[in-house]
Protein backbone atom coordinates (compact mmCIF):
# COMPACT_ATOMS: atom_id res chain seq x y z
CA UNK A 1 0.00 0.00 0.00
CA UNK A 2 0.70 3.55 -0.13
CA UNK A 3 3.28 5.22 2.83
CA UNK A 4 4.91 8.57 3.74
CA UNK A 5 8.47 8.67 5.31
CA UNK A 6 9.26 11.86 6.61
CA UNK A 7 12.20 13.46 8.63
CA UNK A 8 11.76 12.94 12.45
CA UNK A 9 12.07 15.54 14.63
CA UNK A 10 12.00 17.66 16.62
CA UNK A 11 13.64 20.54 14.54
CA UNK A 12 15.09 23.54 16.48
CA UNK A 13 16.36 26.25 14.35
CA UNK A 14 16.83 29.98 14.94
CA UNK A 15 15.36 32.89 13.20
CA UNK A 16 16.30 32.97 10.11
CA UNK A 17 17.99 29.65 9.58
CA UNK A 18 17.30 27.64 6.29
CA UNK A 19 14.82 24.85 7.13
CA UNK A 20 14.55 21.45 5.00
CA UNK A 21 11.77 18.59 6.01
CA UNK A 22 12.18 15.65 4.19
CA UNK A 23 9.80 13.12 2.55
CA UNK A 24 9.76 10.68 0.57
CA UNK A 25 6.87 8.54 -0.43
CA UNK A 26 5.74 4.74 -1.97
CA UNK A 27 2.92 4.87 -3.86
CA UNK A 28 1.42 3.08 -7.24
CA UNK A 29 0.57 5.12 -9.87
CA UNK A 30 0.97 8.98 -9.90
CA UNK A 31 -0.90 10.39 -6.18
CA UNK A 32 -0.84 14.15 -5.14
CA UNK A 33 1.32 15.53 -2.77
CA UNK A 34 0.58 17.90 -0.04
CA UNK A 35 1.86 19.55 3.17
CA UNK A 36 -0.19 20.07 6.15
CA UNK A 37 0.40 22.25 8.81
CA UNK A 38 -0.55 22.05 12.66
CA UNK A 39 -0.28 25.09 15.10
CA UNK A 40 -0.79 24.41 18.38
CA UNK A 41 -3.98 23.43 19.79
CA UNK A 42 -5.83 23.66 16.11
CA UNK A 43 -6.66 21.25 13.25
CA UNK A 44 -4.58 20.60 10.04
CA UNK A 45 -4.40 23.30 7.57
CA UNK A 46 -3.35 22.86 3.83
CA UNK A 47 0.36 24.25 3.54
CA UNK A 48 1.00 23.26 -0.30
CA UNK A 49 0.04 20.86 -2.69
CA UNK A 50 1.15 19.37 -6.06
CA UNK A 51 -0.25 17.03 -8.66
CA UNK A 52 2.40 15.97 -10.67
CA UNK A 53 5.85 15.41 -11.18
CA UNK A 54 7.97 18.28 -11.38
CA UNK A 55 5.04 20.55 -9.73
CA UNK A 56 6.55 22.97 -7.55
CA UNK A 57 4.08 23.70 -4.74
CA UNK A 58 4.68 27.30 -3.12
CA UNK A 59 2.83 29.41 0.14
CA UNK A 60 4.13 31.91 2.66
CA UNK A 61 7.78 31.31 1.76
CA UNK A 62 7.39 27.29 1.51
CA UNK A 63 8.04 25.14 -1.63
CA UNK A 64 8.62 21.37 -2.18
CA UNK A 65 9.15 20.20 -5.87
CA UNK A 66 7.30 16.68 -6.85
CA UNK A 67 10.39 14.41 -7.36
CA UNK A 68 9.00 11.52 -9.44
CA UNK A 69 12.56 10.07 -10.13
CA UNK A 70 13.50 10.63 -6.26
CA UNK A 71 9.66 9.69 -4.77
CA UNK A 72 10.59 12.84 -2.52
CA UNK A 73 8.63 15.85 -1.93
CA UNK A 74 11.01 18.11 0.45
CA UNK A 75 9.77 21.39 2.16
CA UNK A 76 12.09 23.90 2.18
CA UNK A 77 12.13 27.33 3.21
CA UNK A 78 14.94 29.70 3.13
CA UNK A 79 14.29 31.79 6.41
CA UNK A 80 12.18 30.92 9.02
CA UNK A 81 10.54 33.07 11.78
CA UNK A 82 9.10 31.92 15.34
CA UNK A 83 5.58 32.01 13.80
CA UNK A 84 6.66 28.83 11.60
CA UNK A 85 7.08 26.83 14.70
CA UNK A 86 4.33 24.00 14.57
CA UNK A 87 4.17 20.58 13.33
CA UNK A 88 4.23 19.59 9.41
CA UNK A 89 3.14 16.94 8.03
CA UNK A 90 3.55 15.27 4.55
CA UNK A 91 0.42 13.02 2.59
CA UNK A 92 -0.37 11.77 -0.82
CA UNK A 93 -3.40 11.05 -2.03
CA UNK A 94 -3.77 8.19 -4.11
CA UNK A 95 -4.37 7.87 -7.89
CA UNK A 96 -6.76 5.46 -8.19
CA UNK A 97 -9.40 3.26 -6.66
CA UNK A 98 -10.14 3.90 -2.72
CA UNK A 99 -6.84 5.04 -2.04
CA UNK A 100 -7.93 7.83 -4.31
CA UNK A 101 -9.94 9.58 -1.62
CA UNK A 102 -7.94 8.83 1.50
CA UNK A 103 -4.90 11.16 2.76
CA UNK A 104 -1.66 8.55 3.68
CA UNK A 105 -0.30 11.16 6.24
CA UNK A 106 3.63 10.81 7.30
CA UNK A 107 4.12 10.59 11.28
CA UNK A 108 4.64 14.58 11.60
CA UNK A 109 7.65 16.99 12.17
CA UNK A 110 7.54 19.25 15.34
CA UNK A 111 9.79 22.29 13.87
CA UNK A 112 10.57 25.12 17.24
CA UNK A 113 11.99 28.42 16.11
CA UNK A 114 14.17 30.42 18.36
CA UNK A 115 14.58 34.21 18.80
CA UNK B 1 -11.06 29.64 3.33
CA UNK B 2 -12.68 25.51 4.22
CA UNK B 3 -15.47 25.77 6.50
CA UNK B 4 -15.68 23.15 8.78
CA UNK B 5 -16.49 23.00 12.08
CA UNK B 6 -16.48 20.89 15.68
CA UNK B 7 -17.65 20.91 18.80
CA UNK B 8 -16.67 21.21 21.69
CA UNK B 9 -13.53 22.02 21.16
CA UNK B 10 -12.65 20.44 24.54
CA UNK B 11 -14.41 18.12 26.32
CA UNK B 12 -13.46 16.84 29.90
CA UNK B 13 -16.18 13.79 31.10
CA UNK B 14 -16.36 10.90 33.26
CA UNK B 15 -16.03 7.50 32.60
CA UNK B 16 -18.93 5.42 31.09
CA UNK B 17 -20.88 8.65 29.90
CA UNK B 18 -21.94 8.36 26.11
CA UNK B 19 -20.21 11.48 24.21
CA UNK B 20 -21.28 12.92 20.85
CA UNK B 21 -18.20 14.62 18.89
CA UNK B 22 -19.99 17.23 16.06
CA UNK B 23 -18.41 18.05 12.90
CA UNK B 24 -20.56 20.00 10.35
CA UNK B 25 -19.11 21.57 6.39
CA UNK B 26 -20.80 23.86 4.45
CA UNK B 27 -18.88 23.05 1.20
CA UNK B 28 -21.40 19.98 0.12
CA UNK B 29 -18.04 18.04 0.29
CA UNK B 30 -19.34 14.44 -0.42
CA UNK B 31 -16.30 13.13 1.38
CA UNK B 32 -16.06 13.02 5.17
CA UNK B 33 -13.62 11.76 7.43
CA UNK B 34 -12.52 11.18 11.31
CA UNK B 35 -9.08 10.63 12.49
CA UNK B 36 -7.67 10.28 15.98
CA UNK B 37 -4.21 12.07 16.65
CA UNK B 38 -2.06 10.63 19.50
CA UNK B 39 -0.15 12.94 21.89
CA UNK B 40 3.29 11.85 19.42
CA UNK B 41 1.17 13.73 16.50
CA UNK B 42 0.75 10.63 14.57
CA UNK B 43 -2.79 10.44 12.89
CA UNK B 44 -5.05 7.73 12.42
CA UNK B 45 -7.81 7.33 9.74
CA UNK B 46 -11.35 5.77 11.90
CA UNK B 47 -14.24 6.37 10.39
CA UNK B 48 -14.94 7.39 6.87
CA UNK B 49 -17.96 8.35 4.37
CA UNK B 50 -18.00 8.62 0.69
CA UNK B 51 -21.83 10.44 0.93
CA UNK B 52 -25.35 9.99 2.56
CA UNK B 53 -25.77 6.69 4.37
CA UNK B 54 -22.11 5.52 3.21
CA UNK B 55 -20.07 5.10 6.73
CA UNK B 56 -16.58 2.88 6.73
CA UNK B 57 -14.13 2.04 9.05
CA UNK B 58 -10.91 3.86 8.56
CA UNK B 59 -7.67 1.49 9.55
CA UNK B 60 -7.11 2.16 13.19
CA UNK B 61 -9.72 0.21 14.92
CA UNK B 62 -12.06 2.46 17.18
CA UNK B 63 -14.92 1.37 19.47
CA UNK B 64 -16.86 4.65 18.06
CA UNK B 65 -19.35 4.79 15.77
CA UNK B 66 -20.28 7.35 12.76
CA UNK B 67 -23.34 8.25 11.46
CA UNK B 68 -23.82 10.45 8.21
CA UNK B 69 -28.09 11.11 7.41
CA UNK B 70 -27.18 14.24 6.14
CA UNK B 71 -24.89 15.75 3.60
CA UNK B 72 -23.07 18.22 5.53
CA UNK B 73 -22.98 16.55 9.21
CA UNK B 74 -20.85 13.93 10.28
CA UNK B 75 -21.01 13.03 14.04
CA UNK B 76 -18.48 10.69 16.15
CA UNK B 77 -20.44 8.66 19.09
CA UNK B 78 -19.09 7.06 21.90
CA UNK B 79 -21.48 4.59 24.06
CA UNK B 80 -19.67 4.62 27.33
CA UNK B 81 -16.35 6.95 27.39
CA UNK B 82 -13.29 4.94 28.47
CA UNK B 83 -9.66 6.11 29.78
CA UNK B 84 -8.25 5.17 26.97
CA UNK B 85 -10.60 7.17 24.57
CA UNK B 86 -8.82 10.09 25.77
CA UNK B 87 -7.34 11.75 22.41
CA UNK B 88 -7.63 14.52 19.78
CA UNK B 89 -10.31 13.54 17.37
CA UNK B 90 -10.00 15.89 14.06
CA UNK B 91 -12.69 15.92 11.26
CA UNK B 92 -12.09 16.31 7.34
CA UNK B 93 -13.85 16.49 3.98
CA UNK B 94 -13.19 16.90 0.81
CA UNK B 95 -14.45 16.81 -2.97
CA UNK B 96 -14.73 13.91 -5.04
CA UNK B 97 -12.63 14.95 -7.56
CA UNK B 98 -9.02 13.38 -7.47
CA UNK B 99 -5.76 15.74 -6.96
CA UNK B 100 -7.93 17.77 -4.41
CA UNK B 101 -6.99 17.77 -0.83
CA UNK B 102 -8.78 17.18 2.60
CA UNK B 103 -10.27 20.32 4.87
CA UNK B 104 -9.88 19.94 8.42
CA UNK B 105 -11.66 21.57 11.42
CA UNK B 106 -9.84 22.53 13.98
CA UNK B 107 -10.41 19.19 16.45
CA UNK B 108 -12.00 17.59 19.70
CA UNK B 109 -9.85 17.34 22.46
CA UNK B 110 -11.44 14.87 24.69
CA UNK B 111 -10.26 13.70 28.05
CA UNK B 112 -11.86 10.86 29.78
CA UNK B 113 -11.57 10.87 33.87
Known amino acids: GDSVTQMEGPVTLSEEAFLTINCTYT??????LFWYVQYPGEGLQLLLK?????DKGSNKGFEATYRKETTSFHLEKGSVQVSDSAVYFC??????????????FGKGTKLSVIP | EADIYQTPRYLVIGTGKKITLECSQT?????MYWYQQDPGMELHLIHY???????EKGDLSSESTVSRIRTEHFPLTLESARPSHTSQYLC????????????FGDGTRLSIL
Open chain 1, 27 to 32: ATGYPS
Open chain 2, 92 to 103: ASSVAAENQPQH
Open chain 1, 50 to 54: ATKAD
Open chain 1, 91 to 104: ALRGSSGAGSYQLT
Open chain 2, 49 to 55: SYGVNST
Open chain 2, 27 to 31: MGHDK
